[in-house]
């Protein structure tokens, strides 16, 4: 019997109940298995989108609309698509939120064919709605083509648009 | 301890006054402060290499042509060689002598003395104009208007009518110059007669262009009754450019280059109907677009016109249009906002016009003459 008590015999056991307890250790849950999704979407699933839309010359029809966002839509991106299928306009290429300042990268051809005012309606359709609809946002700066610009044809977009 | 000795009476040998030679005067260069930089009297500069001299405001300048170099004038005998400053001692300015030389083209040799030269200028050639003369040398080189003529210093050369001196070249004239300047490039410009009177630029901006055809009506677009709107205005005012004189593509961004310059804007645009609409601009960022509006107001009307060529006032410009089309008959719409090409010192504004307005040649040609009547009456007005 005292043969067993040997010092590798002694070691081997403590190495063994070491390894157990580890083990045992390992498999308590700690938290979900599942892969973190990004923030906004699991922050926000509806959007409520306050539309201005042009009513030349008078000003601007307001609406309001709830909407649920879809797997992989972001409220941003889908105030974009809305406001652009109300407005029979090009859908601007992206919206980035930069703190207080909203950041929309329009296409060159956003306002082809407009006179001044058609212009000037359909830029601020689009800057007050987001303005509107993300009520965080204080001002809205217009890129064209993902570059700072003086503007497409009659509007100056060198300054930020903010609501009256 | 001999060596010791040695090295310091050395070091005090080097800071002492030593003899100064300037072009062909003599004088003496100090070292103020002990810190090694040779100074010299700068009249004794300027005079011994015909340098000009400039003191006031404690500054003290040398110049040579279009090179100029000016030093801070200090009393404190320290502080003189740490800037380089001039150092003022008792009633005269010295000046460091080494900066002076580098800054100039000077030729400066320490030897036993500091010696300080300018080799002669050469002639290179002289061109003529109308009320101009245009002399160019192989350095920069100070002019002097003396009695009957002009003493180019320390030149040489050969030329029509121009006479070698002891003291350079002489170019013998029946009047004085009214200005002697000297633009740069070593040369020497003499004028005659009064100074140009800056016109304001009338700059006609077709809008659209090449990949931009604007509106569309029927086979007419845009671009092409903008154009042939802003070329029938410019056949009215001589002097007046365009921002573009073909169906070329020119992004704001290089209209708004060219209309920087402009002291009178318009930008030609149409529209569906009849209308007939003035865009101007709500707030100009430049402090001269700013107090453009109050100045013209204030000053006389010979005063306004010099000012107009860089500055103007487009709610007196868009009044002179409405006038002009009232005579035709036409109404104006009027509105303010932040448009694009207008945030500049100059009158600009943004003239769309209906389509239908355009349909004869004699309706363009009436509204181009409408158009340019109002631009003159706003440039010849108070």
Do not use: C
């Not at chain 1, 999704?37 to 699933?45: S, V």
């Not at chain 2, 003493?151 to 200005?179: K, M, N, T, V, W």
């Not at chain 2, 903008?226 to 056949?235: G, H, N």
């Amino acid at each position: 019997m005292r043969g067993l008590f040997t010092f590798w015999n002694l070691f081997g056991l403590i190495v063994f109940l070491l390894g157990g307890a580890f083990y045992l250790k390992s498999q308590e849950k700690t938290g979900p298995a599942a892969l973190p999704i990004p923030t906004e979407e699991t922050a926000q699933n509806t959007l409520v989108l306050v539309l201005l839309r042009p009513n030349p010359p008078e000003g601007f029809l307001k609406e309001t609309r709830t909407l649920e966002l879809g797997p992989g839509e972001t409220p941003g991106g889908k105030a974009l698509e809305l406001w652009s299928e109300a407005t029979s306009a090009p859908r601007p290429k992206a919206l980035f939120f930069q703190g207080k300042r909203l950041l929309v990268d329009l296409p060159q051809n956003f306002a082809l064919g407009l006179d001044a005012t058609l212009e000037a309606f359909r830029l601020y359709s689009l800057a007050y709605t987001l303005l509107s609809t993300f009520p965080q946002a204080e001002e809205v700066r217009f890129l064209v083509e993902g570059r700072p610009s003086a503007g497409l044809a009659h509007l100056d977009l060198s300054k930020p648009i903010r609501l009256p | 301890m001999r060596l010791w000795l040695l090295f310091l009476w050395g070091l005090a040998l080097a800071q002492a006054p030593k003899p100064l030679k300037v072009g062909a005067l003599t004088g003496e260069a100090l070292y103020p402060g002990g810190r090694g930089v040779a100074y010299g009297e700068a009249r004794l500069v300027a005079q011994g290499l015909g340098l000009s001299l400039w003191q006031g405001g404690g500054q003290v300048a040398l110049g040579l042509g279009s090179r100029v170099q000016a030093f801070p004038v200090v009393a404190e005998e320290a502080r003189a060689a740490t800037g380089p400053s001039a150092w003022r001692q008792g009633d005269k300015v010295y000046v460091p002598l080494r900066p002076l030389a580098e800054a100039l083209g000077l030729e400066y040799r320490a030897q036993e003395g500091i010696l300080l030269s300018l080799p002669w200028a050469r002639l290179l050639g002289v061109e003529r104009g109308q009320g101009r003369l245009l002399l160019r040398f192989s350095r920069e080189v100070n002019a002097v208007v003396r009695e009957g003529g002009v003493l180019f210093l320390l030149a040489q050369g050969e030329g029509e009518g121009l006479r070698q001196e002891a003291l350079g070249l002489f170019l013998p004239l029946e009047s004085p110059p009214d200005r002697l300047y000297y633009p740069g490039g070593n040369r020497v410009a003499l004028e005659w007669g009064p100074l140009p009177r800056p016109r304001p630029l009338v700059l006609l901006d077709p809008g659209h262009g090449g990949q931009d055809p604007g509106m569309t009506f029927g086979d007419l677009k845009e671009k092409d009754l903008a154009l042939d709107l802003a070329r029938r205005v410019a056949a009215r005012l001589p002097g007046s450019r365009l921002t573009r004189t073909g169906d070329e593509t020119l992004p704001l961004e290089a209209r708004l280059e060219k209309a920087q310059e402009a002291g009178v804007l318009i930008s030609f645009h149409l529209t569906q109907g009849s209308a007939l609409n003035l865009y101007l601009p709500k707030g100009r960022t430049s402090p001269l677009a700013q107090n453009a509006e109050a100045l013209l107001a204030s000053v006389t009307k010979e005063r306004a016109g010099l000012l107009k060529a860089y500055a103007g006032d487009p709610r007196l410009l868009a009044k002179a249009l409405e006038e002009a089309f009232g005579a035709l008959g036409l109404v104006v719409a009027k509105a303010e906002g932040p448009y694009a090409l207008l945030d500049i010192p100059g009158a600009g504004v943004i003239l769309e016009v209906g389509v239908e307005r355009l349909k004869t040649p004699e309706a363009k040609e009436a509204l181009a003459q409408a158009i340019a009547r109002g631009v003159r009456a706003y440039l010849e007005g108070p």
